[in-house]
């Protein structure tokens, strides 16, 4: 866009037609609207098929039971929606809106306005300290640096001149100097802008999101299959479609896991509660899940890794000089301003705020500030001239090739080479390096003076610190299995020695420039391959992350800055912290309140104890149910009788499901906390197929008990069967919750054990009460619960060697969702 101005600004009427135009200098974005946040929770394949569960109960005449399918979904719906509700409006709170205000010339004179009045085309001032509130375009500049860490990634401040790198940009921060500028663009119009909108793109489904539909998907097949075939086969061998129909629909509801969303939900909103007592706010329940699975971790570097913020490393000072005396000199030459609060530019500012931490401020009382030259982008340099002892020293503070030049005359040639070694093995170090040198002067005319002749007194190093804490996050990510990627707009040597600082072993490393050459196959190779990605776009960064994906790892994402968003977005688990800026904030899944980041390998934790619960119930579930299910479909075409009604069937199936209510509070064994652990679809299915059949021959062996033993008639068969279906598919849960020994290397909760036995208890009350006979049961002999006695525990011990051998065959458990 091309915009003229005038010195005098804008008119007012100028300025009601640009906004009329371009409207006010806000960045626009979709709303997490109430009814949006609400629908999201209902939004998945598995909800559908209960649905249609619930429609085929009430077909079968069991209001009953279709109405508590639809309250479990609208449960686990309104839970979902209120947990995640609060957690926006904690967010919201955590980034109410801070009004700036702009310096602009108007109607030939300067005026402080709200920022978000700002239109195209105003002229405005900026200085040490300002936000700037849009994209500029430099008109004038007096040493001139701003922080663009939270656009960029780039930890330390960048030069801004009329003549080269001319646009400051909306979100970045004035360090040092000032400038006057043109508006070139507002609101989503600015780079800023263009970010926070693509949020509002769709992105691809989280390695949560994939396992409910593969598992929805495996679930509605064998529903489909198991049901046509009972109906079709019943419709022919007992002549009754009617008959047939009703019993095919509550096979179909007996094998639906109907209170998932709610064992999900409940585990959801438990694990919430256990990482907000850690600080952390979860904003997406689905989160926590795919934060305890992920096995990558990429994180930027600045401010998420690092301090952001730029301090003194160490002091060289050259033989025969001590530290002091560099001291002494970098304080004399120095713009920093000790007001109530420090003030300057960063490097200057890390200098004094070394020298205050160490109690050396007085180290400068024997010198006199005369004059000096602020740092020039020219000579790369700053001058100051001092007093001490009636000597007059000048001072040169700068680039350390550019101050080596100074000394040329002074210093030989070896000593010289030697110099320029030191300075490179420093930046191959990644430490930003400043020299200083000094000589005897007769003249108070700098500009005369600062020529040749100087003498190099020594060096001093700065870096961004890395955070105290993230080294020990890394070394407890690496011990829970998960991988860490740096994607930073950092360059890749500065990057490399943090890593090393860190402790964190750098399998490879490339730019940005270097992945605009590859094709798809070697850049996704290269996002598998590498550990650390420096000068990367934030467009880069979301590519590296999707290729991820695509390679079936759940990718989690740590972030903080405006050039992170996309990247927070479209990772499997978004994690940024309280600090960072506001658009971070609102995409990001989960906020962390403290920058302890410690807190990460906390709520993996507790992510994985969530997805172990989920998943137990998952197994014992469809275990059970089809192992049921599979016995009443082939003991329907033998007996002269149906071996359960359909309101039998439904009661068994809600009392089953009661007794996993429980679940979210079970403890879980400490193999499943050491790495992450996958949706698999088809190890779901081959534990179906192995353990489900199990459950079915001691459902034909009690057949056999009830028809020759005790001689039953059909109401002694259903209550018998009934009695021995809940009980071996209710106490089953002991055996499969764990790969161990149940009680005494596993220890289940108590909450989870008193649930079981009450379920158990409440089956066989009902059998003797006048609820019992309204279902068709009767009161059975003692001699029967003897037998069920010794089914129940001969089936238990039977299947914990079914157990111990089947996890035995599994070598290596696979790590991708399969469907």
């Known amino acids: 866009m091309s915009l003229t101005y005038s010195l005098n600004g804008l008119t007012t009427k100028e300025v009601i037609a640009l906004r009329l135009k371009f409207g006010y200098n806000q960045i626009t974005k979709k709303e997490n609207k109430l009814?949006?946040?609400?629908?999201?929770?209902?939004?998945?394949?598995?909800?559908?098929?209960?649905?249609?569960?619930?429609?085929?109960?009430?077909?079968?005449?069991?209001?009953?039971?279709?109405?508590?399918?639809?309250?479990?979904?609208?449960?686990?719906?309104?839970?979902?929606?209120?947990?995640?509700?609060?957690?926006?409006?904690?967010?919201?709170?955590?980034?109410?809106?801070?009004?700036?205000?702009?310096?602009?010339?108007r109607d030939g004179t300067k005026q402080e306005v709200d920022s978000e009045e700002l239109v195209p085309g105003d002229l405005i001032y900026f200085?040490?300290?300002?936000?700037?509130?849009?994209?500029?375009?430099?008109?004038?500049?007096?040493?001139?640096?701003?922080?663009?860490?939270?656009?960029?990634?780039?930890?330390?401040?960048?030069?801004?001149?009329?003549?080269?790198?001319?646009?400051?940009?909306?979100?970045?921060?004035?360090?040092?100097?000032?400038?006057?500028?043109?508006?070139?663009?507002?609101?989503?119009?600015?780079?800023?802008?263009?970010?926070?909108?693509?949020?509002?793109?769709?992105?691809?489904?989280?390695?949560?999101?994939?396992?409910?539909?593969?598992?929805?998907?495996?679930?509605?097949?064998?529903?489909?299959?198991?049901?046509?075939?009972?109906?079709?086969?019943?419709?022919?061998?007992?002549?009754?479609?009617?008959?047939?129909?009703?019993?095919?629909?509550?096979?179909?509801?007996?094998?639906?896991?109907?209170?998932?969303?709610?064992?999900?939900?409940?585990?959801?909103?438990?694990?919430?509660?256990?990482?907000?007592?850690?600080?952390?706010?979860?904003?997406?329940?689905?989160?926590?899940?795919?934060?305890?699975?992920?096995?990558?971790?990429?994180?930027?570097?600045?401010?998420?890794?690092?301090?952001?913020?730029?301090?003194l490393g160490e002091i060289v000072p050259r033989l025969g000089y001590t530290l002091e005396e560099i001291l002494s000199l970098s304080l004399l030459c120095n713009t920093a301003v000790l007001t109530p609060i420090l003030k300057g530019n960063p490097i200057d500012m890390a200098i004094w705020d070394y020298v205050l931490k160490n109690n050396q401020g007085n180290i400068t009382n024997n010198y006199k500030k005369i004059s000096e030259v602020p740092f020039n982008y020219t000579s790369r340099c700053m001058y100051s001239l001092v007093e001490n002892d009636s000597q007059l020293i000048l001072i040169v503070k700068g680039a350390p090739e550019e101050v080596l030049k100074l000394c040329a005359n002074s210093t030989n040639e070896q000593e010289l080479a030697s110099l320029h070694v030191e300075f490179q093995n420093y930046n191959y170090q990644g430490k930003r390096t400043i020299a200083l040198a000094t000589k005897l002067v007769s003249s108070k005319d700098i500009k005369v003076e600062a020529e040749r002749e100087f003498t190099i007194k020594g060096l001093i190093n700065l870096y961004d610190k890395p955070k105290e804490s993230a080294k020990s996050s890394i070394i407890k990510l690496?011990?829970?299995?998960?991988?860490?990627?740096?994607?930073?707009?950092?360059?890749?040597?500065?990057?490399?020695?943090?890593?090393?600082?860190?402790?964190?072993?750098?399998?490879?490393?490339?730019?940005?420039?270097?992945?605009?050459?590859?094709?798809p196959a070697e850049f996704k190779n290269i996002a598998d391959k590498s550990t650390v990605f420096a000068k990367v776009t934030p467009d880069q960064k979301a590519q590296i992350i999707k290729a991820l994906k695509e390679l079936n790892y759940t990718v989690g994402y740590l972030g903080d800055g405006v050039n992170d968003a996309v990247s927070l977005k479209v990772s499997d688990v978004g994690i940024t912290v309280d600090t960072g800026v506001d658009v971070a904030k609102e995409v990001a899944d989960i906020v962390l309140l403290d920058k302890n980041l410690d807190?990460?390998?906390?709520?993996?934790?507790?992510?994985?104890?969530?997805?172990?619960?989920?998943?137990?119930?998952?197994?014992?579930?469809?275990?059970?149910?089809?192992?049921?299910?599979?016995?009443?479909?082939?003991?329907?075409?033998?007996?002269?009788?149906?071996?359960?009604?359909?309101?039998?069937?439904?009661?068994?199936?809600?009392?089953?499901?009661?007794?996993?209510?429980?679940?979210?509070?079970?403890?879980?064994?400490?193999?499943?906390?050491?790495?992450?652990?996958?949706?698999?679809?088809?190890?779901?299915?081959?534990?179906?197929?192995?353990?489900?059949?199990?459950?079915?021959?001691?459902?034909?062996?009690?057949?056999?008990?009830?028809?020759?033993?005790?001689?039953?008639?059909?109401?002694?068969?259903?209550?018998?069967?009934?009695?021995?279906?809940?009980?071996?598919?209710?106490?089953?849960?002991?055996?499969?919750?764990?790969?161990?020994?149940?009680?005494?290397?596993?220890?289940?909760?108590w909450q989870l054990a008193l649930l079981i036995f009450t379920i158990v208890g409440v089956a066989i009350l009902i059998?003797?009460?006048?609820?019992?006979?309204?279902?068709?049961?009767?009161?059975?002999?003692?001699?029967?619960?003897?037998y069920l006695i010794i089914a129940v525990t001969s089936y238990l011990v039977m299947l914990e060697i079914i157990k111990y051998l089947f996890y035995k065959s599994i070598t290596k458990p696979a790590v991708e969702i399969n469907n």
């Open 599 to 749: 807190v990460l390998a906390k709520g993996i934790i507790e992510g994985r104890k969530t997805f172990a619960n989920t998943t137990k119930y998952i197994l014992m579930n469809i275990s059970s149910n089809f192992g049921n299910m599979f016995s009443m479909a082939g003991a329907s075409l033998i007996l002269p009788f149906l071996p359960m009604l359909p309101g039998q069937i439904l009661l068994n199936n809600l009392l089953y499901d009661t007794s996993q209510l429980a679940l979210p509070s079970d403890t879980v064994d400490e193999d499943n906390l050491l790495k992450p652990n996958q949706w698999d679809i088809k190890f779901i299915q081959r534990f179906m197929l192995v353990f489900g059949p199990i459950s079915s021959v001691f459902d034909y062996l009690t057949f056999g008990v009830l028809l020759n033993i005790f001689h039953a008639n059909q109401a002694f068969f259903h209550t018998g069967w009934f009695l021995e279906s809940i009980a071996t598919q209710t106490f089953v849960v002991f055996v499969i919750r764990t790969k161990m020994v149940p009680f005494f290397k596993s220890k289940i909760s």
């Open 478 to 519: 690496k011990n829970l299995g998960v991988d860490i990627k740096i994607l930073t707009g950092d360059n890749e040597i500065i990057t490399a020695q943090i890593c090393k600082l860190l402790d964190l072993e750098v399998k490879g490393i490339i730019t940005g420039p270097e992945l605009e050459k590859l094709s």
């Open 767 to 786: 059998t003797f009460s006048e609820i019992g006979r309204s279902f068709g049961f009767i009161a059975l002999p003692m001699a029967f619960f003897i």
């Open 35 to 105: 009814f949006g946040i609400l629908l999201k929770q209902f939004k998945n394949v598995f909800n559908l098929i209960l649905i249609i569960t619930s429609i085929f109960s009430f077909l079968a005449g069991d209001i009953t039971n279709g109405s508590i399918i639809l309250a479990m979904i609208l449960l686990s719906g309104i839970l979902g929606f209120v947990n995640e509700y609060k957690s926006d409006q904690s967010i919201k709170k955590l980034a109410k809106a801070v009004k700036f205000h702009s310096i602009v010339m």
């Open 127 to 311: 200085e040490n300290g300002t936000v700037i509130p849009a994209d500029i375009e430099l008109i004038s500049s007096t040493e001139l640096q701003t922080d663009e860490s939270a656009l960029t990634g780039e930890s330390f401040p960048v030069d801004k001149d009329v003549d080269k790198n001319n646009i400051v940009r909306m979100g970045t921060i004035v360090v040092n100097g000032s400038g006057t500028g043109v508006i070139k663009y507002t609101a989503n119009e600015t780079e800023y802008g263009k970010i926070a909108k693509s949020l509002d793109q769709a992105v691809p489904q989280t390695s949560f999101e994939k396992g409910i539909t593969g598992f929805s998907l495996l679930i509605f097949r064998v529903i489909l299959v198991m049901s046509i075939f009972i109906f079709i086969s019943n419709a022919i061998f007992k002549q009754d479609i009617l008959q047939a129909l009703l019993f095919s629909l509550a096979i179909a509801i007996g094998l639906t896991p109907e209170l998932l969303p709610a064992v999900i939900t409940v585990s959801l909103a438990n694990g919430m509660k256990q990482m907000l007592k850690e600080k952390v706010v979860v904003k997406q329940l689905s989160a926590i899940e795919d934060f305890g699975n992920m096995d990558i971790l990429c994180t930027d570097k600045t401010g998420t890794l690092t301090e952001g913020k730029v301090e």
